[in-house]
C-alpha cells in the first residue's frame, strides 16, 4: 500500500512529528482565517484563508488547530492509502 498524499487527508488520519515521534488523529477540517501574527495589535485584518486542520494527541489527549499548508514541515502521514 502507498502513503496517503497531503491532498488526500481526511478525519481519522494518523500523523506523526517528525521531530519528537509523537502522534496526532485528525478529529476534522475546515476553512479558517489565519491572521499574520505580525499584525495581531492593527485595525486591519492581514492574513490569508486556508484548511484547518484540528488535532489530537493520542496520548494526553490535547488538541490543536494548524495551517494545514504549514504542516507539510514537521508532520508526515501515517495512515496508509485504501
Same mark, same amino acid.
Request: glycine residues 8%.
Given at each position: 500500500? !502507498? ?9 481519522? &488520519? #494518523? ?9 496526532? *488523529? ?5 476553512? !479558517? ?9 492593527? &485595525? #486591519? ?9 484540528? *488535532?489530537?494527541?493520542i ?24
Open positions: 500500500m !502507498k502513503t496517503k498524499m497531503w491532498y488526500q487527508l481526511e478525519k481519522g &488520519d #494518523i500523523l506523526r512529528n517528525k521531530n519528537d515521534g509523537e502522534m496526532v *488523529v485528525i478529529l476534522s477540517m475546515f476553512t !479558517k482565517f489565519f491572521q499574520d501574527q505580525s499584525h495581531w495589535h492593527s &485595525d #486591519i485584518d492581514y492574513g490569508v484563508a486556508g484548511t484547518a486542520v484540528r *488535532v489530537q494527541w496520548e494526553g489527549g490535547n488538541e490543536h488547530t494548524f495551517q494545514k499548508s504549514k504542516m507539510r514541515s514537521n508532520w508526515e502521514i501515517v495512515t496508509l492509502q485504501s
